[in-house]
Every structure is written in structure tokens, then in C-alpha cells.
């Protein structure tokens, strides 16, 4: 999908007119370098100036909507609450909802603000590539080269002098809603109850302590902006914890806002409401029907990107074969299908098994081993077997009437070398330890005689002497 019908999608309803229009951009261009007769110097101070206008028109809209979230959004929240640390239920579930709805809001803020910010240093690089595309080889000096380089170049020093790209305000503004969000969970909770766990994130990647932009892949784990950048460079198909098959470019997803950093914050009382009772009834509804609204502004997010198409720095292009000769590879592979189909037509004949052999019976979705006791011919059923089985308790299993379709040849197991080396090893350790007694026995029996021949040579030795 195109940047700006990307724009269009992610725009927030409530301010459309505000957004940078990138498509009448787009236009601008195409209409300033149709005409031959202006030189490349004007083109750019012409464009430059349609930019700063454009920078002006967002500056005063940050300022409308940011003065609009504090005054209208935040300030009455919080006088509202006051110092108040207990609160009415009806009180407390407005409160609560209303600090969603603030966080919703803001989220979709900065939304905004990135998005701004990238159409317009889109836009100044379009234009300098179509500026150095239409120029010819004649026309083409060390000045007009310069000249474009300067206009991307000042584009960008200006977009960090102006207010709306200064995230200063904006961060105060989500710091505060973010207190804001856990002063009223301290008083919706009880104090028994509430234990806020560690705020910081940690990469798995760089193993960063504190992520400051984290971004949440769909299948739930979290990295930060850096660490997808680069697996996104090195082409990376999915997410590096899980393996699963997805797009990790960071642009195709959003930074972890408020609402997100809610659900996160407060994922053990979710959890809890499933379990056990954890506060009173009203309490309990109240805590429900606010995760249920959170869970339903992160589904509308992430369905707005989920109907986008990736990037195309996100999409992985297989390399393609080059192909000599088409004619050959089409009769190749139509040879190939017909093959195929005559082996599915001429399906071989079952293997038959005789009496004693060796099978696997499926029996409970599992294959055991089993043997064949007899071989029943000429049944309605066609062959059936009498078999015999083991199963995992170690106790025999019997069918009478077991149906070919269930009996399968016994799987061999490659088993190495090594494995029959020491499977020899230790039978002939086993062996002589086993025969060691009866080495003993032999020893002393052959001692016995050796000594009783010993007796008698020296008794034969005297009598000759004497």
C-alpha cells in the first residue's frame, strides 16, 4: 500500500482535515516539472514554501488538539479526583472510563504527530528524486545537484525547529495520564489488593532494562524499536522468540501507548477477575467493563493495521530462477502432474500379513506394537486380522477381527553405532560380572590340585634318595 492511502487509513476521524494531504502533494510535483520553461532553483522555493505552509497549518493544529486534551481532558479529570482516595462507585467507574477514553485519545495523538511527520520527509525526498530524474545528462551541473540536496537537507533542519515535531509537550502529556490512570486504580482497588508491579521492559534482544519505544509484535512479545530495525535490515520472516511467521519491520506496527501500557500494568488484575472474587461486586464490574473498553480500543488499532499491506521494505521477495528455455520447464512439470496422477490411479496392494509377524496396530489414536496370531480369510469384511498388542501400561490387548486399514509394517529406527558399541560393552561387563563367581571356584580348584602334585613329586623324590 502506498504512503498516502497508508495515511488515510490510520487517520484519526476527528482530525482528517488536519493531516499533511499527501496525494495533493504528489500532484504538486507532478505539475511543477511537467513545465520545462521554469528553472530547477525556482521548482525548489517554489515546493519549499508550499512545505512551510504546510509545517504552519500542523503547528497550529498540535496546539488546538493539545490545548483540547489538557483543558477538556485532563485538568477536569484530575480536579475531579482531587485528593480524594476514596470514591463513590458510580464516581469511580466514570473516572476510570474516562481516563481510557483520555489515553485512547492520546494514543492516537502522537499517531498523528508520527505520521505527519514522516509525509513530509517523504514528500521532500520524492521530490528531490523526480528533480534529479527529469533532469538530463546535458542539463545536470554541480548547482542544480547542490540545490536539491539543500532542500532535503533544510526540510529536515526545519521539521526539528517546529513545534508539532517537539515531543517535549507530548511526553509530559502521556506522563500525566499515565499518574493520572494509576491514581485512579489505587482508588478503585484496595489496598490489600493492589500490588503494581515492575513498570520497566526488558528487550530480549539487546537486553535493555528500560525500553523506551517497545513495540509489541502479534504475537504478544515486545522488543524495542532499535532491535526490529535491524532484524527488519537482515530480513527477518518472524518474530525472534517464538519463530512464528510474521513481519517484523517496526513501521508496520505502533508503539506501545497508554492503553496498551494499562492492560500491562494491570494484566494480574485481569487475570484475577477470571479466578476469584478480588474486590466487592460493584468494584468488580466496574474493573471488567473498563478492561473490556481497553481491549476494545487496542482491537480497533490493531484491525486498522492489520487491513494495511506491509511495507514494501517488510515484504520478502523470493529470488527468481531465470528460466532458458519456458517451453521445456511447462512440458517438464506437465510431465511431472501426469505422473503423478497415473501413481494415484495404480495405488499399490496392501501388504499381507502371515502368522507371527511383527505389526503396529492403531488402537486409541496411538500405533503399538503387536504380532499376528492368525490370519482370517475370506471374511465380509475382507482380510482380517487376530492380533495381539502391548500397550503403554505394559498389558496385552486382543482383536479378534482387526481390519487390514489398522495395521501397518513396524517403523525401523535408525540406531547408530555408537549405541550398539555400548549396547556390547556392557554385555560383556554384564557377562563378567556374572561369571566372576564361577572364575573364583575354578582358581581355588586348580590351586588344590597344583599343590596335591606338588606333595607327591616331593614324596617320590625322597623315597628315590632313600
Known sequence: MKFGKRVRSLASSEWAT??????ALKREIKLAFAEENDSLDKRVAWFQSILESEMQKLNVAHARILDDLVDRGLKPLQQTLGTRWVLPHATARTLLLEVLQLSNQVDAFRRFVVLNSLALVKIAKKFDKTANATETDEDIDENSTDTTSRLKAQVLEDLKCQPFYDGSELDALCDAT????????????????FRLGPRALTCPICLCADVQAPITLSCAHTFCWSCLSRAAQHRFRSCPLCRRAQSVDPRDYEIDGLVKRFKRAYEFVEQALDVAPLVASPMRQILAEAFEVGNAYLREVEDQYAALAPLPSATFEEPQATVENPKSEVKADFLDVKKEKVKMEEPEPPVVFEKGEIVEILHGEQWYAGVVLQRNEGTEDGDTYSVLWWVKDKSQRFGQRTPRHLLREPTEVPVPPALYEYAAEAWRTAASWALEPFRRLRSRSDGGANDSKVCSNTLIRQDTLS
Open 18 to 23: 488536519d493531516y499533511v494531504d499527501y496525494k
Open 178 to 193: 499515565a499518574a493520572l490512570t494509576d491514581r485512579v486504580m489505587l482508588c478503585v482497588l484496595p489496598d490489600g489488593n
